[in-house]
């Protein structure tokens, strides 16, 4: 699966990696290397932090499954418990 970046945030990460590498290498990079930098990085390390972050989503996920029986969970054959609570109240 490719990871596609619209224009504009394709630009903006483009001018992130140059300003990174100029304030951090004092080496300054044209638009069409950080671009080509920016294919490397979204093609080789992307599917590592896309699929780290599905991996989350799972988890979390599942956490929020297995909290639905007690979240949501009714007591069965509970109208004569009900009915025997009321008449005890009054």
């Known amino acids: 699966m490719s990871i596609d970046l619209s ?14 590498l100029r304030q951090n290498t004092d080496e300054e990079i044209g638009n069409m ?5 920016l294919n490397f990085f979204l093609e080789e390390l992307g599917p590592v932090v896309y699929n780290k972050a ?8 599942q956490m929020r ?3 639905l029986d ?3 969970h009714e007591d069965e054959f509970a109208y004569w418990r ?4 009321r008449r005890l109240a009054k």
């Not at 224009?7 to 990174?20: C, D, F, N, P, V």
């Open 7 to 20: 224009k504009e945030l394709r630009q903006q990460a483009i001018a992130s990696i140059e300003r990174y």
């Open 33 to 37: 290397a950080a671009g080509a930098l």
């Open 54 to 61: 599905v991996a989350d989503v799972q988890e979390r996920l």
């Open 65 to 67: 499954v297995s909290e």
């Open 70 to 72: 007690i979240e949501i």
């Open 82 to 85: 009900r009915l025997d609570r």
